[in-house]
């Protein structure tokens, strides 16, 4: 068959790995490879139902991917063709008629490319136990057909610049019930090709011998985002930046002089002298009349121009010399976490006078909060492995502010803690937030923190879809699979505030219960439900994304032999 072929950067087919095998690898030899970035594909090749007295015989399907941290992808429909009695159905893209477009390979790809030095090392971590989500839906009746997980572990290259694994993914049903046995396989091709950092983008791994053929496949691209002021990919503690010796004797006066100073300025700009010099120069570019001298025309119009810019930059320097003096006592600091994840800093507060200082902490970010309690910064402290001093009771929280007592020419370290899961939904990927450190007294600031996030996608381990009745109480339990490390489920949160939780140890194994609404027809419902391993809720360990779609159920009795014939009222909701 003509499908789509996959070459390295060389033109060479790639190696190709039986998944069966289990293969040690060196992780030191997969971080130094010198081929940064990796293109994986998911070639979809073929599809074969099984047998059953009550199987649903496909004609169309398409498939949702759930991959690392890249968005969902949903594949166009695609049409299984007639095949020999027993043999596998392939997949062919389906024209404007509704009938297999032979002008194209059969077979669908998804296309993801990893690029980068962080997403370089925990796209290699997650290989070594991550999985890719599919699942099959019947592109006639819209109904969840099943669902499959890719082992990825055979995508490590070991030093080779591209591997592929051939794979028949069993398709199961568990929107119904638990049972694990297939109603269908999907026949796959997995690779992973290497290409170095830089690399010209009209370089392509895919090759085909028809030209100018769409081969039906999509791109999705992840990059690195770049941490500002970090002591690498995984920094915890904040530096701020050194103010000179004298630089704090005389802040207060000069932020006081500088107020006053812009203040005078707006009342010279503004007064009744300026408003008629600004009127008598409208009137007199209004009544000026161009002669057929180009030049003095020109000449006069820069004048006046270079005038006009000279007395906006002169009077905007007060307020240029406030915003250096902010930037001067001004920290910016970057995270990326992702939905569910807790990042830890702590930011150190210097006190440069001579005598004691109260100052109080201002923030306005639900997500962000300092650590107050001493056991919970302590822990914080082990797991991020920081040696800076720990001081119990150092701020005091009271209903109105939390104030921090510095002693002269002191130096303590607030720790804060952002909660991604607390992410404003109002925002898009990226905002930024600030604390302010004041004086108690004077309201003066002495530091200030502008802390930017960029949210990343979740890193999905599993994804199950459930069918249940309407408008009506809905349970379920699932059996968590042993986790990476072999680590236990200590709490659990979910996306969703209406779902209710529950978690329980059955001796080896642990049973995860959730309670929800399930809506009415058509509401689909799907919500993420994120696995810590430890009671902080900050060791994310495993999340999962159930997606409910509600039905009517309809409970038809007769008897055999019969012809039987009734109403079937359906409610469509507007």
Known sequence: MDFVQLKDRNGDNPSTDDITQKIMTDMTREKLDRLDTAHVYFQFVAFKQLASPDAVILKKAFFTINF?????????????STMEKGEPNLLRRIDSNGVADNTSPPGFIAKY????????????????SGHACIDVWDADSLIHYGSTIVPLRNLYRRGREAVQSFIQCPIIDTSLDMSTKPSAFLYMRVANIGYPSGNDPSFSSMATTRSNVNNGTVVRRFTSSIRLNEEGPHSYRVHAKPLPGNSGVGLDRFLAAQRLDIQQRHDQLFNENSLEKIREWQDLKEGFQLTDDKDVTQKFIFEEELAAYKKLRYESKPAKLLEAVFKGITTCHQINPSFGEKVFFEFPLENIHNQPLNCTIEYDDIALRPVLDDEEWAFFKTVNKLKTPLEKNMMRETSESIDICLQPNDVVFIPFIYDAFFFPSDHFNMYSTKVVFRQTVTKEPIAILDLHIHRRSVLLQHAVTFICETAGNWEKQLVLPPMTRDRRVFSCRCSDPSVRLTIRNATLQQIVGFTTYSGETNDRKTFLLLMYSDHYQTRLIATWKVTILPYFNVDVRSIVGQTLRFHLIVHRRR
Do not use: A, H
């Not at 969902?72 to 049409?79: A, N, P, Q, V």
């Open 68 to 80: 690392y941290r890249f968005p969902e992808i949903t594949t166009e429909s695609m049409l299984l």
């Open 113 to 128: 490319i990893i690029e980068g030095e962080e997403s370089k090392l925990e796209f290699l971590e997650f290989l070594s």
